[in-house]
Each structure stands twice: as structure tokens, then as C-alpha cells.
């Protein structure tokens, strides 16, 4: 069993603060959806993110945490870590930490609360509470903790292959994006979608939540380097520049086509941005994060429209942003990756000289695999809970029609009414 | 008695009360309202996505007048609510059978 190295306090200081950034990220990512959906809806979107910080907290003690970096299996941990046993004296398996084994179990933690939540994107306005608590839980033992372990464990097998993913492009937002698409084709349409049009209700919201996002990202990304050192640094800016970089973009085209710079398209084009540099961002250095970010907030621009054409109903374009993102990032990783920012590039990117297609045969078994998985899975998952929850997991036409905040939580989100 | 209901542009809630008060009116109501007319609505865009928004806001606004004031009070209402661009809105009048007030038990013409 792994014991502990020697305790680093700077690299605990910064990783302990970054699990709070990451923390954070969960209800900034819940007021940019939030302010996106329509007013009668605003507290079941907010809460349905809000309510992963619980429910996933709890079964990350449990059990999700050792099955994902316990043991080396190659498709899934043990469960030596389960039930809290041993979490503070037992380093996660192949790390050679110089932090607290509870402060990688906490950092972590913070991530498998995003992931699922990245999702509530596509499902809003029409899913059940509590088939989003049972979908929550499911999808957390059964999708995520078995690609954290293939991706960011070393006995995982994506991560033996040499794919990279230095904080979880696909993990997080191929896994995420995916999925999103997978509950959507069992979810179906809103009502009225996409005839009637359903406009976001309070894009301050939306703003606020994107720049909550942004901040919270230096820990996702820098934090991901699980110390306080160059590389930190190289992920923080890198992380910064991309979403910049991914704000021009995104606008250009929207002004390009569309007339306008919008302020949707500013925050969306941001979260694009730093979507595709997470598995790139301690990988990459000098001008590649802007022109990933640029990229990205171009090709993510133009795949939020690919949904009409398909009528799937991806309200919020988690798969346009996340998935498209994800790709984007994990793929151009290929041609960006670069050994003089970091000595764990073994394979150098296509533009690297001295570089390769090698690194990029890996990343593409990593993208694919994820979205094999996490496709499969989960569409498995939600049409079981369809088939075996009492109605399905969808709301009733008039339930949907009076909002979810009332029907699900009893509640309104604005009482501005005076009659 | 007549009731005098006029859609008119948002912007010109003030200038039209202002306008009715000079002439002698007591009292008036409005809301907000939406609707279409010729105008029809406005487009906006979302993450590159038209949205065809049908009905434009307006304000109604409701004047009860003695059956000799109609001209005169619907006719500034309409002067002043006037810009000659499409969406200016519509005035109509409707027969009143009997109004109160409420405080006195004043009725007809005297519960103006």
C-alpha cells in the first residue's frame, strides 16, 4: 500500500485553496444556467446544481472516491478507501503526493460535484426532482468514477496508454457533454420547443455566474498541478488566456453573422474557452492557449446551432460548449503539447518540432472511449429510470406548462407581483 | 358615460396624462399590457438563435368621460400619443351602463 511522502505546505496551501475555487464553481455554474432558463424555472436549475455539492459529497466518502483512485485495476478502483477507512493516511494509488491524502480526496471531490451538475444544462425545465436525484447518484458510481479512474489514476488504462488530460477535458466535459445529449434523447423537447421561443429570463445572472466560472477555474486548472510551482502558473495563465481568447472569438463570428455582440456570446464564448484548455492547460505554454481559445470559441459558436438541425433539445448547449469544448481541447492538445512546459509530455504535439501523431492517437482512444461510455451508460440509466419510476422522469405536460419551481420545490423564485 | 381604452407606446404614458389632466379628467388607469398589431413583434438573438418575440409591450389606459367629453378627451389622447410610426397603438370607446364611487355612493355622472 502507498504510504505518505514528506508534506509540502505550500503545495497543501494551494491545493486546499483551489478545492475551495473548484467548490465555488458549482453554484457559479448554477446562476449561468439559472439565468438562462425561464423565470418559473430559475430555482429547480439552481437547485438541481446546488444539491450535487450534497448528495455527491456523501457517496464521495462513501464509496466513489476509492472506486475511482483506489487499487490498480485498470477499469475501475477498490473499495480500501470506502466508507472514509484509511482516506487520510493512504495515498491514492500510483501518486506520489506532496500533500495530505486528504487534500487530493477533497480536490477531487470538488470536481465529481461539477461534472454532473455541467449536465442539468441540457435537462431544464422538464425533469422531475427526484428523478434528478436518482439520476445524480447513479450516474456518479457508474459513469464518472469509472473514467476519473481510466483517465486521471496512473493504473487507470487510458492513463497507462499516455492519453493526457491534465485536468479533465474529457472526464469532466466530453463525459458531461455526452451524457447531456444521452438524457435529452430520453427527456424529449420542451413543450413548445423549438416553435415558441424561451428566451433567457435574467442574463446578469448569466454574467455573474460566467465570471464566478472564470474564477473558480484557476483552481480547476492550477490547482490541477497539485503543487504550488511552474507549472501552476503555466495552467493559471494559460487557463486566462483561453477563455480571453475564446470571448474574441465567439463575439467575432456572432458580429460577423448575427450583428450583434452579445453578452450571452461573451460569457458563453469565455466558458468555451476554458472548457478546451483544461485537458491542455499545464501541457501548453506561450501563444497555443490563445490560439486554442480562439479555436474554440469559434467552432463552440457554431455548434450551438447544430441542434436545430437535429432537433434534439439541448436547452443550454451543453453539448455545443461542453462536449464540442471538450473535444476541441482534448484533440488540439495533440498538436500543442509540449515537453519544455512540462517533463510529464513524453509524446510532443504535431506542431512541436520533434513532435508527433503519436500523443494524438491517444487523445482520440480517450475522446472516443468517453463518449462510448458515458453515451451508452447513460442513456441506459435514464431509460431504466424512465421504465421504473412512477410516470417517468419527466414532469406532466401542466406541470411543465406552471414551472418546476412550483410543482417541484413549492416555491418562487421572484415574488414581484403586488396583486 | 363612456369608457375611453387606448393602447398607446410606453413612452408616452406621461405626456398623455398630463395632456387628459389639462382638459379636466379626474381620474385615469393604466397597465401593462402586450400585444400585436401591424407593428408586429421584434427578433432578438440567443447564441446565434432567432427568436420571433410576437407581442410587443404597450400600456392600456382606461378614461371614464361624461358622453360630452369623448371627442375632446380621446382626440388629445390621440394627438398627444402620436409619433406617425408603426406602433403608435389603437383608441377605442365603450358604452358605461352606470358607474359608483365607492367612499360616497355617488353614482352616474357625479361618481366622475
Not at chain 1, 62 to 72: I, V
Not at chain 1, 134 to 141: A, H, S, Y
Not at chain 2, 76 to 93: E, F, P, Q, S
Amino acid at each position: 500500500m502507498p504510504v505518505l511522502g514528506v508534506i509540502d505546505p505550500g503545495n497543501t496551501a494551494w491545493v486546499l485553496a483551489s478545492s475551495a475555487l473548484v467548490l465555488f464553481m458549482t453554484p457559479g455554474l448554477a446562476f449561468f444556467y439559472g439565468g438562462m432558463v425561464r423565470a418559473k424555472n430559475v430555482l429547480a436549475m439552481l437547485m438541481q446544481n446546488f444539491f450535487s455539492m450534497g448528495l455527491v459529497s456523501v457517496l464521495w466518502a462513501a464509496l466513489a472516491y476509492s472506486l475511482a483512485f483506489s487499487g490498480d485495476g485498470k477499469w475501475i478502483g477498490n473499495l480500501d478507501l470506502a466508507w472514509m477507512r484509511d482516506v487520510a493516511t493512504v495515498s491514492p494509488t500510483g501518486f506520489d503526493l506532496s500533500i495530505p491524502p486528504l487534500a487530493f480526496m477533497a480536490f477531487q471531490l470538488m470536481f465529481a460535484i461539477i461534472t454532473p451538475a455541467l449536465i442539468t444544462g441540457a435537462l431544464a425545465d422538464r425533469m422531475k426532482f427526484s428523478a434528478w436525484f436518482w439520476f445524480l447518484g447513479i450516474w456518479l458510481i457508474l459513469v464518472y468514477t469509472p473514467v476519473a479512474h481510466w483517465v486521471f489514476s496512473p493504473a487507470g488504462w487510458l492513463f497507462r496508454r499516455g492519453a493526457l488530460d491534465f485536468a479533465g477535458g474529457t472526464v469532466v466535459h466530453i463525459n458531461a457533454g455526452i451524457a447531456a445529449l444521452a438524457v435529452v434523447v430520453v427527456l424529449g423537447k420542451r413543450r413548445g420547443w423549438p416553435r415558441h421561443p424561451m428566451p433567457p429570463h435574467m442574463l446578469p445572472w448569466t454574467l455573474l455566474g460566467a465570471g464566478v466560472l472564470w474564477f473558480g477555474w484557476f483552481g480547476f486548472n492550477a490547482g490541477s498541478a497539485l503543487a504550488a510551482d511552474g507549472i501552476a502558473a503555466q495552467a493559471f495563465v494559460n487557463t486566462n488566456m483561453a477563455a480571453a481568447a475564446a470571448m474574441l472569438g465567439w463575439l467575432l463570428f456572432e458580429r460577423i453573422r448575427g450583428g450583434h455582440a452579445t453578452t450571452l456570446g461573451a460569457a458563453s464564448g469565455a466558458v468555451a474557452g476554458l472548457v478546451a484548455i483544461t485537458p491542455c492547460a499545464g501541457y501548453v505554454g506561450g501563444m497555443a492557449p490563445i490560439y486554442i481559445g480562439l479555436i474554440a470559441g469559434a467552432l463552440c459558436y457554431f455548434a450551438c446551432s447544430i441542434k436545430f438541425r437535429f432537433g434534439y433539445d439541448d436547452a443550454l448547449d451543453v453539448v455545443g460548449v461542453h462536449l464540442v469544448g471538450g473535444i476541441v481541447g482534448s484533440l488540439l492538445l495533440g498538436f500543442f503539447a509540449d515537453a519544455a512546459f512540462n517533463p510529464a509530455v513524453t509524446h510532443e504535439g504535431v506542431f512541436v518540432s520533434g513532435g508527433s501523431w503519436e500523443l494524438m492517437g491517444d487523445q482520440l482512444i480517450a475522446v472516443g472511449a468517453t463518449i462510448l461510455w458515458s453515451g451508452v451508460v447513460t442513456l441506459v440509466i435514464v431509460k431504466v429510470l424512465d421504465l421504473v419510476m412512477p410516470g417517468g422522469v419527466r414532469v406532466s405536460e401542466e406541470d411543465e406548462e406552471t414551472g418546476l419551481d412550483l410543482t417541484q420545490h413549492s416555491e418562487v423564485g421572484y415574488s414581484l407581483e403586488r396583486v | 358615460m363612456k369608457l375611453i381604452v387606448g393602447i398607446i407606446k410606453p413612452f408616452k404614458v406621461d405626456d398623455v396624462k398630463d395632456a387628459v389632466k389639462d382638459l379636466g379628467v379626474q381620474g385615469l388607469t393604466v397597465s401593462d399590457v402586450q400585444g400585436f398589431g401591424r407593428q408586429r413583434g421584434h427578433t432578438e438573438v440567443y447564441r446565434g438563435a432567432e427568436y420571433t418575440i410576437d407581442f410587443v409591450p404597450k400600456v392600456r389606459i382606461e378614461i371614464l368621460v361624461d358622453d360630452g367629453d369623448v371627442d375632446r378627451v380621446a382626440q388629445r389622447l390621440i394627438d398627444t400619443a402620436r409619433t406617425g410610426k408603426i406602433g403608435d397603438g389603437k383608441v377605442w370607446v365603450i358604452p358605461v351602463e352606470q358607474a359608483w364611487r365607492i367612499r360616497t355612493g355617488e353614482s352616474g355622472t357625479d361618481a366622475l
